[in-house]
């Protein structure tokens, strides 16, 4: 039996945290789960603090290792046992025979002989993914088969970005879960999708509550917003064990998102876009491995957010001068914004911080 190694106030407060059943699943999870981008010390330490619902997604650059690597290794230094946890994965391909393949492939990452969800990944994004995906051949007929054999518990944890075709997707009832980005940014999304997993009993997964960093203005807000929305658990991606910490707080303090909470959240968005116009990366990386220039898109609009948010023009301009592929050797093919959930228009926005960054004055 390994000891524990946490902050006693802090194992009381995770003790206490609301539990919630996510939808048909009839599963009960603490409604503060852990994001797949979390490094294997946050795993570990949410491990040891009993939270149980964790997203082990493992196509999430960053940290060195895959996710399901991290998080096994996790289980493995804190003796957890697998029959308490909940474990959540996705796939990334859309036919039958890629979404069994990457099925198995978890499985062995994570050595485990099941996983509770599995359902296709970013799948409203490109033209044609959700199509192939309930067709014949398509990835939902590699899940239903893996479901009856006991490979995977349940049909969830489906995820986009554009809520049309979301909604699309949860009234065919083939899912028990979704997973969408919830915070005060996407008001569309949350609106648009909720309402129709709640009625069809579909349990929701709130990915990105502090919108991928772009909330600086409260430590906590962000994360009251998203409790708020009567979703089943969020899972944010934590690289500390501080920001795991004041999570736990957060949730188990929870009771409601005040008036001073959404206007300071809304003035928060107000201040953003007076900023950063209404083209706003939210640093999600998924342009970066389709751009054949091998451009660090998401890195370039991180230095621009640095200058145009932060006034640190200096550092930026000198960040901007040691990047090894810069805006301007972009081809305009257009790869990047077929893949962006946001639309952006990404050439026409590199074009401009090439001119912002490239100035010496
Ligand atoms: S449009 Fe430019 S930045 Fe985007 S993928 Fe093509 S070459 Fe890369
Ligand atoms: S440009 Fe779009 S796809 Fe690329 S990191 Fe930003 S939001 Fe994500």
Aim: with cysteine; aromatic share 8%; hydrophobic share 40%.
């Amino acid at each position: 039996m390994t000891t524990k190694r946490v902050d006693s106030a802090i194992d009381d407060l995770a003790a206490g945290i609301q539990q919630r059943t996510l939808g048909r699943t009839g599963l009960r999870v603490k409604m503060l789960g852990v994001g797949g981008i979390s490094s294997q010390d946050v795993f570990e330490k949410a491990l040891e603090y009993g939270l149980n619902f964790f997203d082990v997604h493992g196509y999430e650059a960053g940290h060195g290792l895959d996710g399901r690597i991290r998080f096994k290794n996790a289980m493995r230094k804190t003796g957890t046992k697998r029959e308490d946890v909940i474990l959540t994965a996705r796939c990334n391909s859309f036919t039958r025979e890629g979404a069994l393949a990457q099925i198995d492939e978890s499985l062995e990452l994570l050595e485990t002989d099941y996983l509770d969800l599995y359902g296709p990944y970013n799948v409203t994004q490109v033209a044609g993914r959700v199509e192939k995906t309930m067709a014949p051949g398509g990835a939902l007929e590699g899940l239903e088969e893996a479901r009856a054999a006991g490979k995977i518990r349940f049909i969830g944890g489906v995820s986009g970005h554009h809520h049309q075709e979301l909604v699309q997707l949860l009234k065919t009832n083939a899912f028990d879960a979704v997973m969408i980005a919830v915070n005060s940014f996407d008001q569309d999304v949350v609106a648009a999708t909720l309402p129709v997993a709640r009625e069809l009993n579909i349990g929701t997964i709130a990915m990105k509550p502090f919108a991928k960093g772009l909330f600086t203005g409260s430590a906590t807000a962000p994360l009251r917003y998203v409790f708020a929305q009567d979703i089943t658990v969020a899972i944010p991606g934590m690289y500390t064990i501080a920001e795991l910490e004041k999570n736990i707080r957060t949730a188990s303090e929870f009771s409601g998102c005040s008036e001073e909470d959404m206007a300071l959240l809304n003035r928060e968005v107000d201040k953003i876009t007076r900023a950063e116009g209404k083209f706003i990366c939210r640093q999600c990386g998924y342009c970066v491995p389709v751009c054949p220039q091998g451009i660090d898109i998401k890195q370039i609009f991180y230095m621009e957010r640095q200058a145009s948010r932060y006034y640190s023009v200096g550092w930026a301009k000198k960040a901007y001068a040691g990047v090894e592929k810069n805006a301007k050797e972009c081809a305009a093919c257009g790869a990047c914004e077929t893949e962006c959930p946001y639309d952006l228009p990404i050439r026409e926005m590199l074009r401009k911080v090439h001119l912002d960054l490239s100035n010496p004055h």
